[in-house]
């Protein structure tokens, strides 16, 4: 029977054919591979951008839908937040990381223009109420996630931005600055008073001691300058108002 | 959740939120606190100085009832006042500031409010001299400050009114010289 491979020097030649017959083959293959996948990419691209391109408008303006939309993003590994530098070709398109920018940039004015009379420190709803108040009505809703979301692109500036729970309530910190337990304990404290605190209540409340609650008080308003002094106050002569707990008609 | 919200007073004057929180009545002993205080209450004695063109302030104001600044060193809607001593230490930051000045001199009790500043007063004293046709007359003190038809110079103190005319002075619009029963000054066109 005559092999296919056979013996002999014509075999080598055959090898030598078949084996470049096989190369031709498979760049062949792949490079019809590589254009299919171009063309896919090319439509997907362009679907991106279509996508983009419809929805940008309610993608900014509509919270519900820019909350989907970056579920819907998270979900498929992609960041719509990834910057500019950072492959921001989605960024480019929807011009959201823009958008989020811009509204860090808005949050950090608020916060620093607070910051005297706060101490650092500001409820997320007073914030969110701010920064509306900054944006006036063409702005659109922005939603609690949005502002998460905007804070956590300020951490690189190392300026202390972070969201901190407090007494079951969200506050923006913009100080860098650990706020001790008592602290804590105080400002929550001071959100069910409606920003007055007075050494009593920390006693009749928490259990405090004196001392620790005068020195927790005394600590914030003069080391941290996070909460003023009322020194008319009715009942105990003198009382610790949290600031940043007050609602501010301004 | 207290909200700090803006009042309007009998007199028309629209409060700012920060006036119904009660610690703003209380020098703060933080001095970066005290200091936002402080020109929270300064931006606010202006403002209603010019809403009601007042012109001076003593520290006696914040313990007598029933005078002019009732309305903004007490809120009686939440029981609190200014002190006299904080009411001097705004005083003292204002003259420092050269918002306000002590008047008469070489005292800290009253001063002269700024909500124009004398240059100002300058230029509203010459375009008023000049718009009722007077420039080149021989105006007396009175004749400025209490004219005939009221004008945004009434009731200017007469220190204020000479400084004003001493700026005048300098770039020769104005020239101040003695006159039978007392001081009189006459104005000139600008150059």
């Avoid at chain 1, 937040?81 to 929807?94: D, T």
Wanted: net charge neutral.
């Amino acid at each position: 029977m005559h092999r296919l491979g056979g013996v002999g020097l014509a075999a080598f030649d055959r090898h030598e054919q078949s084996k470049r017959s096989f190369a031709e083959l498979s760049s062949e293959l792949s490079h019809s591979q590589i254009e299919n996948l171009q063309a896919e990419l090319t439509q997907f691209r362009s679907a991106l951008a279509h996508f983009a391109t419809t929805h940008r408008d309610s993608i900014k303006s509509d919270p519900s839908f820019r909350h989907a939309f970056q579920q819907m993003c998270s979900s498929i590994g992609v960041d719509p937040l990834a910057g500019p530098r950072k492959g921001g070709w989605w960024a480019e398109m929807l011009g959201l990381g823009d958008w989020h920018y811009e509204l860090g940039v808005q949050i950090v004015d608020v916060c620093v223009s607070t910051r005297e009379r706060n101490g650092g420190l500001i409820e997320m709803t007073e914030l969110i109420r701010l920064v509306s108040m900054l944006r006036g009505v063409q702005g659109g809703i922005i939603t609690d996630d949005d502002f998460t979301r905007s804070i956590k692109t300020l951490q690189p500036l190392g300026a202390g931005y972070e969201v901190v729970h407090i007494g079951g309530r969200k506050m923006v910190r913009s100080v860098v600055k650990e706020l001790d337990e008592d602290q804590n304990t105080v400002l929550a404290v001071a959100q069910d008073a409606g920003g007055r605190v007075v050494e009593e209540m920390l006693v009749n409340r928490k259990g405090w001691t004196h001392d620790r609650a005068r020195t927790a008080l005394e600590n914030m308003l003069l080391r941290d300058g996070l909460c003023w002094l009322d020194d008319q106050d009715e009942q105990h002569g003198r009382a610790y108002w949290v600031p940043s707990v007050m609602k501010w008609d301004v | 959740m207290t909200t700090l919200s803006t009042h309007t007073t009998p007199s028309g004057y629209l409060l700012p939120s920060i006036h119904s929180a009660p610690p703003f009545f209380t020098q703060q002993p933080n001095p970066i606190t005290q200091a936002v205080v402080c020109e929270q209450w300064t931006k606010l004695i202006l403002s209603y100085a010019r809403f009601k063109k007042l012109f001076v302030l003593r520290v006696e104001d914040a313990e007598t009832l029933g005078g002019d600044w009732d309305e903004i060193l007490r809120n009686e809607r939440i029981n609190r006042k200014l002190s006299a001593p904080h009411l001097s230490s705004i005083i003292s930051t204002m003259v420092t500031k050269n918002l306000a000045a002590y008047e008469p001199p070489k005292q800290t009790r009253s001063v002269l409010l700024y909500w124009r500043q004398p240059e100002e007063w300058a230029e509203v004293l010459h375009k008023w001299v000049s718009t009722t046709g007077q420039l080149n007359t021989i105006l007396t003190f009175l004749d400025i400050t209490e004219p005939p038809i009221e004008s945004p110079l009434t009731n200017l103190p007469t220190s204020l009114l000479k400084k004003a005319i001493a700026i005048l002075a300098k770039t020769n619009r104005a020239q101040l010289f003695g006159i039978a029963d007392g001081e009189g000054v006459r104005f000139f066109a600008s150059k």
